[in-house]
């Protein structure tokens, strides 16, 4: 893949919480970034204030299939609710990329009971959608995405990285590292049901501490 301290960025959902804080934080090490949106208009609002945040244009408003097709990688910050429909959009688009699913299968309102799917883990299942041509790679579903947003602090947590192909996973560790924080192999797709039920076990750590963001960190390394 060309220049990894320049890479082209597709992020599905960038007008979200998630997906607007990745697209600050890479926009500010140096990345180019599509925001795909389902509205244009919407994505150039989100585009216009990261790039006055980085003082640089390093992000572009999309729709999801032009960030799609652009994106060198494509990242997806969509609800649960919508991520199959999504992927299902752009699916012809993502033939030899890594996609980075972010999602978290929760269901309104019991956030803080663990709910997976049938079958374990939402991006696992979506591995299964798209066969072994698209590289699927689950990560941070542990990072608040408040903190994400605040580019004057670090983030104090690690994030875990599940995927099947090692070579993808040390892609997005790169990347990881690139916004300061330590990424983790923590094995195959479907290792992801950990990580997914594991945010709603922060969730009940947030309310009980009344804490606004609980992150997880690995020891013994
Ligand atoms: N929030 C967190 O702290 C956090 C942390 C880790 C992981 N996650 C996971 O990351 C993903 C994104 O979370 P988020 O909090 O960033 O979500 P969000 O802000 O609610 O939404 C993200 C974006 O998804 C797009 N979208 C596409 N289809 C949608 C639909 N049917 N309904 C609503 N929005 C739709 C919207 O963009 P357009 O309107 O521009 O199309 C929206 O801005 C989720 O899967 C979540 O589980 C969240």
Not at 24 to 41: E, K, Q, T
Not at 150 to 156: A, F, K
Not at 193 to 200: G, K, P
């Amino acid at each position: 893949m060309s220049d990894p301290s320049q890479r082209r960025i597709a992020i599905l959902g960038g007008t979200g919480n998630v997906g607007r804080g990745l697209a600050l934080r890479w926009a500010n090490a140096g990345h180019a970034i599509m925001i795909g949106s389902r509205s244009v208009d919407k994505a150039a609002q989100a585009a216009t204030q990261i790039n006055a945040a980085v003082s640089r244009k390093a992000v572009v408003p999309s729709t999801y299939r032009d960030a799609a097709t652009a994106g060198q990688i494509v990242v997806l910050t969509v609800p649960y609710a919508a991520q199959r429909a999504t992927v299902e959009e752009v699916r012809d688009l993502l033939e030899g990329k890594i996609l980075i699913d972010t999602t978290v299968p929760l269901i309104p309102p019991k956030v803080a009971r663990v709910q997976l799917p049938a079958g374990g883990s939402a991006v696992a299942a979506i591995q299964e959608m798209l066969g072994p041509s698209v590289r699927v790679v689950s990560a941070f579903q542990n990072v608040p995405a408040h903190l994400l947003l605040d580019l004057e602090h670090d983030i104090d947590c690690d994030v875990l990285v599940c995927g099947d192909d090692v070579a993808a996973r040390e892609t997005v560790l790169e990347l990881i590292a690139a916004i300061g924080l330590r990424g983790l192999h923590a094995g195959s797709i479907a290792n992801s049901a950990a990580t997914e039920a594991l945010t709603s076990v922060l969730i009940s750590i947030n309310a009980r501490y009344k804490v606004p963001g609980a992150g997880i960190r690995i020891t013994g390394l």
